[in-house]
């Protein structure tokens, strides 16, 4: 390599590690996985509400 493109990688590779999309990137995937974590939960809370509930409305229709 001569010495004017080895400088010309060096000052691509230092722009390349200023570019801040990388950290954008991995800021919306840890906000999307607590995303999907807090969905499965509420999913699992109201999941067991709405099997009682609907357990409770099958034993009372089956009571008539």
Known sequence: MSRISLTKFYVHTINLLKIEN???LSEYSITLVLLVIVTIAAITALGVSV???LQNSTDALTEI
Do not use: T
């Open 51 to 53: 099997k009682e509930l």
């Open 22 to 24: 990388g950290q954008a």
